[in-house]
């Protein structure tokens, strides 16, 4: 009975140190970690709006939610003091397969995508984490022979399809030959995912901002419901992402 009192001890205090440990580096970290994701946001709304880096961004809160978060936004400014509206850039929260993502969309003074960034994303390695991928134009061969092309500033092929486009073409197909955001195959969750919560939350600054936009008119209540439109494209891949 004394050994096993001892063990338990000995355990427990382990158990003691490691969460002080744990506690102590969580604290010295956090708001090194919380300043460095606003810098990387602050960064991602220049290259989603495309914007020069005297661009200054001024945040403005709603009453407004948006897949159930408060919808804020940003109004771009073509420099500090300036009155001149270059475009706006708001955060999109959606739902994927296993985490939620997190996008900074840009928006031109006509209510049109100019690009998309996603900066948060735990998805499915090889499915929904191809959100993210860089369709590569380098072969094997070429890698291997040095003489590979520098593609750190291609931007990822399925952000890419969002340029330009307005919330009536925010719609998720199948096929290249539709009009739309073309699903990555498996991983029709996370395409829905992104692509409803940027339609929700466009449509929402178009109404606030009384931008031309296209038709689609702002989420019925103030705010969008979260809910992903699956128009029956989970059923594409048995047992894989797809298939939830």
């Known amino acids: 009975m004394a ?15 490691a969460s002080f440990g744990l506690s102590a580096v969580y604290n010295a970290t956090h708001e090194i970690t919380e300043e ?12 989603a709006l495309g914007c020069s880096p005297d ?6 809160a709603s009453d407004s939610t948006v897949s159930g978060k408060e919808f804020a936004y940003h109004t771009a400014y073509a ?39 996603i900066t948060s994303q735990q998805e499915t390695p090889g499915l929904g984490a191809k ?14 022979r040095g003489n590979a092309v520098d593609e750190s500033d291609v931007e990822p092929w399925f952000e890419e399809q969002f340029n ?12 290249s030959s539709q ?16 692509t409803n919560s940027i339609r929700d939350g466009l449509a ?14 702002a989420p019925e209540g103030g705010g969008g419901t979260g809910e992903p439109a699956t128009d029956g494209s989970t059923e594409e891949t048995p047992g894989g992402e797809g298939s939830r």
């Open 55 to 60: 661009a200054f961004f001024v945040e403005t």
């Open 204 to 217: 929402m600054l178009i109404a606030i901002e009384g931008l031309a936009g296209d038709a689609t008119a």
């Open 3 to 17: 050994n096993f009192l001892k063990l338990v001890g000995t355990l427990a205090a382990i158990a003691l140190v």
């Open 179 to 194: 009009d739309g955001i073309l699903a990555i195959t498996g991983a029709t969750i996370s395409s829905d995912a992104v």
């Open 79 to 117: 420099s500090e003091g300036s009155e001149e509206v270059v475009g706006y850039s708001f955060k999109a929260f959606g739902k994927g397969y296993s985490s939620t993502i997190e996008t900074i969309v840009g928006v031109d003074t006509s209510g049109r995508i100019c690009e998309i960034e």
């Open 131 to 144: 959100v993210v991928e860089v369709a590569s134009q380098n072969t094997l061969w070429a890698v291997l």
């Open 36 to 47: 460095y994701k606003r810098q990387a946001e602050s960064q991602a709304r220049l290259e």
């Open 164 to 175: 330009g486009e307005g919330s009536d073409g925010l719609v998720v197909v199948k096929s």
